[in-house]
């Protein structure tokens, strides 16, 4: 299986994680999930803080498109449509 192109970085407990939740499952009625890596902050503390290092971002909801590196910190419809649009087409 190939490599999936994005990465969401989320935690357990995050209210605009989960709204952006809402919008890949509901608004985007899950058409780019399969390509939609979740990573739970909690579950890997270690990897958290390299990303977090690799790609300097403050706050989660975080997407990264694996393959730029390009960044999307945010739980709107439209700035995730448009994200997801550029690094999964």
């Known amino acids: 299986m190939a490599d999936?192109?994005?990465l969401m970085i989320t935690?357990?407990?995050?209210?605009?994680?989960?709204?952006?939740k809402v919008v890949l499952n509901?608004?985007?009625?899950?058409?780019?999930?399969?390509?939609?890596?979740?990573f739970v902050?909690?579950?890997d503390e270690e990897r958290f803080a390299q990303l977090k290092e690799k790609y300097q971002f403050m706050t989660v909801p975080t997407f990264i498109d694996k393959e730029t590196g390009k960044l999307l910190s945010d739980s709107k419809?439209?700035?995730i449509t448009a994200f997801m649009k550029e690094a999964i087409g």
């Open 11 to 20: 935690k357990t407990v995050c209210p605009y994680c989960d709204r952006a």
């Open 26 to 38: 509901h608004a985007l009625e899950g058409k780019y999930n399969d390509q939609i890596e979740v």
């Open 77 to 79: 419809e439209e700035t």
């Open 4 to 6: 999936k192109k994005v």
């Open 41 to 43: 902050r909690e579950n």
